[in-house]
């Protein structure tokens, strides 16, 4: 059993499209582990971003992601980090195939619905960056 972390961004919130990521992750057979509403601030966008802080569209990124709540959710399920990004399409929604999360929900490389994790090991450490251990089911 693996977990992966979900981040339904600021568009996929402001365009009320969570209910259908849920929806469409649960009907592949994830498992909803914990879900929570929270405003991302320059301290944990600094965090989470720390690979891409160098880059010009950096403040761009800490902008939008800042601008109204996101919904964080920890999915359970065998291969789920690979099975969710499968789900989601590629980070460019502009060049996601219709029948993805991306493809028929988002808009661009940033306006693309969800954040996910790429891999376990950063799907651990992202729970732990979002979620306090006595908000995540035993």
């Known amino acids: 059993m693996e977990r992966t972390l979900i981040l339904c961004k600021p568009d996929c919130m402001q365009k009320n499209l969570a209910g259908e990521v849920i929806r469409r992750l649960e ?8 879900a929570k509403m929270l405003r991302l601030d320059a301290r944990i966008l600094a965090e989470h971003y720390a690979h891409i802080a160098d880059r010009p569209f950096f403040p761009e990124i800490v ?3 800042s601008s109204r709540p996101v919904l964080a959710l920890i999915l359970n399920g065998d291969g789920a980090v690979a099975r969710v990004r499968a789900l989601l399409g590629p980070t460019d929604s502009r060049k996601a195939e219709k029948g993805t999360l991306r493809g028929d929900l988002g ?7 969800v954040h996910a994790s790429d891999s376990p090991e950063n799907a651990e450490v992202e729970v732990r960056r979002f979620f306090r251990a006595e908000e995540i089911p035993a």
Do not use: D, I, K, P
Not at 27 to 34: E, Y
Not at 107 to 113: A, G, K, L, S, W
């Open 27 to 34: 009907a592949s057979g994830l498992t909803l582990a914990a």
């Open 63 to 65: 902008e939008f992601m």
């Open 107 to 113: 808009e661009n490389n940033m306006r693309n619905v």
